[in-house]
């Protein structure tokens, strides 16, 4: 009895969970945040790229490393945990994305109690980046720990009626010489 991926809310003792939907919104959100600070710069209109620069290059390489840790273990990462339902995958966004979030308060506390943010010459759009800097950590993390609850949740849920078992794919060779067929079964 296989079960069915394609249904994003799910009830599970009466708390409807749309894990899937959350992700996609976070994904999207993500993307979009990291598109807008990519974006073209001018001189009438600068990115806030340009506003990171101003410091030291360890905000560059932090920015670059949050970039690919939010690819690699938050998107990837997360979807493949809740594409195989194993927790354990849920580990590296959870702890990439709390050490990012200690890095940046570390650093934002130092530079604002020495030059304050008023002297740091910062756009209303360069503090709406600074912000994200430490909502969107935030929110991967909480979204681990929620995909983490709701997979065990679902495990417990599955258990009790009966569904635990994982889906069955078969793989059919066939050689078209002497029509033999092997069947493998991929559990």
Known sequence: MGRSRTNTLVKVNGEV???????IGVCLIDILHWAY????DSNEN?????F?????????Y?????????????????????WTRKPILTLPCTT???LFLIIRGVVWTVRLFRKGF???????????FVLCEFLLPL??????????????????????????????IILTLKNDDNDESVQIEIA
């Open 17 to 23: 969970v749309s894990g899937n939907l959350i992700f």
């Open 96 to 98: 990439i994305q709390l």
């Open 139 to 168: 929110i991967w993390a909480i979204l681990s720990i929620l995909i983490v609850r709701t997979m065990k949740k679902l495990r417990a849920f599955e258990q009790l009626h009966g569904y635990a078992h994982p889906p069955v």
């Open 62 to 82: 932090y920015l670059v490393a949050r970039m690919f840790a939010d690819i690699f273990t938050c998107v990837l990462g997360l979807g493949a945990a809740m």
């Open 46 to 50: 600068p990115n806030s790229w340009r």
């Open 37 to 40: 600070l990519l974006r073209d």
């Open 118 to 128: 008023a002297k740091l010459n910062a756009t209303n759009e360069d503090k709406i």
């Open 52 to 60: 990171y620069k101003r410091f030291q290059s360890f905000d560059l």
